[in-house]
């Protein structure tokens, strides 16, 4: 494929193999003191994004950058966005200028398929389109990242039971997680209030459960949702003690977990709220490890969509 614009465009085999690129990219940076490889020289990368971000957006750029390409930031702060030019205007422009990738998250869902298709021209040609977060939606690359830790972690993501837990509704991770981890052979199970739960979501190959106590001693991963406030306007839960009561994650809680168990969380954590501080900062959580491999994957994924490898020739 061209594009990396949903979990859905990628098999068993296909996403197996960017895991394993991912991989070889640690490997091959591992105890180097210059991290610089030539593997996208020439190339040029555009991160646009249209809501903020640290973590996406840094390890994006890092990933780029390691492998020489020429990365440039736009944002709608800076762009011409903020004078009222059009998304399609933007990505047209964009691709004038010489991008190889565009690297979109936007509030809209769908709106990295819109860009795909606005800069294609039909055969093949045009830029690569990575989506990196589109609305409530898919993140893809997050999901690949989360899925890469676990498999560190447990040695395997077949046959292991991963709970996703909390604003279900919002969370383009927990859409782009379960249907990547289901598609790995995990069995899934999301944690939340019926409110915080999506239409549709029967669809979806996972089980829903309403109770964290008691899918915690069964489980050998746990994934953590941001309530995302930003996203809401009605009243979703009574209030942020009792959300952090019923479905925040606490020492108590986490005593419940099984030895081998871990915790992932896609940040920016609300301590306090969805995670207690001593369970962020337990050797049990992943948190740092997820942003590390953050930028091991994105390498993959960049490089299967604009070079080409096994994984990407997969792609």
Known sequence: MKHLLSVTDLTPASATG?????????QALL???????????????????????????????VAGKWMSADVINVSA??????????????ALTLH??????????????????????WTGDGNGGGPAVINAGDGTHEHPT??????????QRLGDIAGKRILIVGDILHSRVARSNAF??????????????????????????????????AELPGADAVLMLRVQAERMNGGFFPSPREYSI???LNE???????????????GPMLRGMEIASAVADSPKTAVLQQVTNGVHVRMAVLFGLLVGTEAGAAL
Request: proline share 6%.
């Open 180 to 213: 990547l981890l289901s598609m790995l052979g995990a069995e899934v199970v999301l944690v939340a209030p019926p409110t915080l739960l999506p239409v549709g979501v029967s669809g979806w190959p996972v089980t829903v459960s309403h109770s964290l106590d």
């Open 96 to 117: 004038a200028a010489g991008a190889d990738a565009l690297i979109v998250r936007h509030p809209a869902s769908g709106a990295a398929h819109r860009i795909a298709e």
């Open 31 to 61: 105890g180097r003191e210059v991290r610089k490889l030539p593997t996208l020289r020439g190339r040029t990368v555009m991160t646009v994004f249209f809501e903020n971000s640290t973590r996406t957006r840094v390890s994006f750029e």
């Open 246 to 248: 019923t479905y925040g």
């Open 18 to 26: 960017l895991l394993d690129e991912a991989e070889r990219f640690q």
């Open 142 to 151: 997050q999901a690949l990242l989360d899925a890469l830790t676990l498999r």
């Open 252 to 266: 108590r809680r986490m005593a419940l977990l099984p030895e081998h168990a871990v915790v992932l969380h896609p």
């Open 77 to 90: 702060s800076s762009s011409s966005v903020s004078k009222g030019e059009s998304l399609r205007d933007t």
